[in-house]
């Protein structure tokens, strides 16, 4: 089955710098790469996501990066603000044949935005 | 549109009581899911519906069962709660294949005794 590996599982930065988070996966049928962003007693919403045809996705303060040869996709968050700190998930999807899709999670990465 | 609903908010169970997590949406989506979300482990696919009058085993389907009663609706049924069963319980649901993105209901924190 997938298996997604997050990192780091926590991460403090100081308001105004970048953020990266990375992810790897294990299965090369994989075809959609959601991050999710999950405040604290949320429920998880999420911010942006790519497909395996294109490279790279940008929306404002985040971008998506993905390199599908070496199976890792990684989240950038620019000028970071205390509204960014969250617990951030990324996902991998599978299609399924008979509709819809499945995602596997990855562990999660707490990030603290510090004024 | 009041998107994903989940009932009840909280709960709590003793040692082999059973109940039933309810969820509906009013999106049109096809398909809709469980999961739990504990400390440490993101969230597990408990089962999944991907349209009308079909369930699948996600990765943690022991002790639990499902029923997606019409196109809105999808339970989780708990026959016999364990205190392994205490979570965060999600309920989502999405379009079919032309569009990924899953809208999340707000959650059932559940604690067994």
């Known amino acids: 089955g997938e298996n997604v590996e997050q990192h780091p599982s926590t991460l403090s930065v100081q308001e105004g710098d970048s953020a990266v988070i990375k992810c790897t996966y294990s299965?090369?049928?994989?075809?959609?790469f959601p991050w999710y962003k999950q405040e604290l007693g949320k429920r998880p919403q999420l911010i942006i996501d790519?497909?395996?045809?294109?490279g790279e996705k940008k929306d404002q303060r985040i971008a998506v990066t993905l390199n599908k040869t070496a199976k890792h996709f990684s989240l950038h968050i620019t000028e970071t603000q205390p509204e960014d700190s969250a617990v951030y998930f990324c996902?991998?999807?599978?299609?399924?044949?008979?509709?819809?899709?499945?995602?596997?999670f990855g562990t999660g990465t707490q990030l603290k935005v510090e004024l | 549109n009041a998107g994903v609903t989940q009932t009840p908010k909280f709960q709590v169970l003793k040692t082999g009581q059973s109940m039933t997590l309810q969820c509906a949406q009013d999106?049109?989506?096809?398909?809709m899911y469980w999961y739990r979300q504990d400390p440490g482990m993101g969230l597990r696919l408990i089962y999944y519906?991907?349209?009308?009058?079909?369930?699948d085993k996600g990765e943690v389907p022991n002790g639990y069962n499902v029923s997606r009663l019409n196109k809105r609706e999808f339970s989780l049924r708990l026959e016999s709660a364990a205190p392994s069963q205490t979570s965060v319980y999600f309920c989502?649901?999405?379009?079919?294949?032309?569009?990924?993105?899953?809208?999340f209901g707000p959650g059932t924190r559940l604690t067994v005794t």
């Open positions: 996902a991998a999807s599978i299609g399924l044949t008979g509709g819809g899709n499945k995602l596997t």
């Open positions: 299965d090369s049928a994989s075809n959609y």
């Open positions: 790519i497909r395996s045809n294109v």
């Open positions: 999106m049109n989506h096809n398909s």
């Open positions: 519906s991907a349209s009308e009058g079909t369930t």
């Open positions: 989502a649901s999405a379009w079919g294949m032309a569009d990924y993105e899953q809208y």
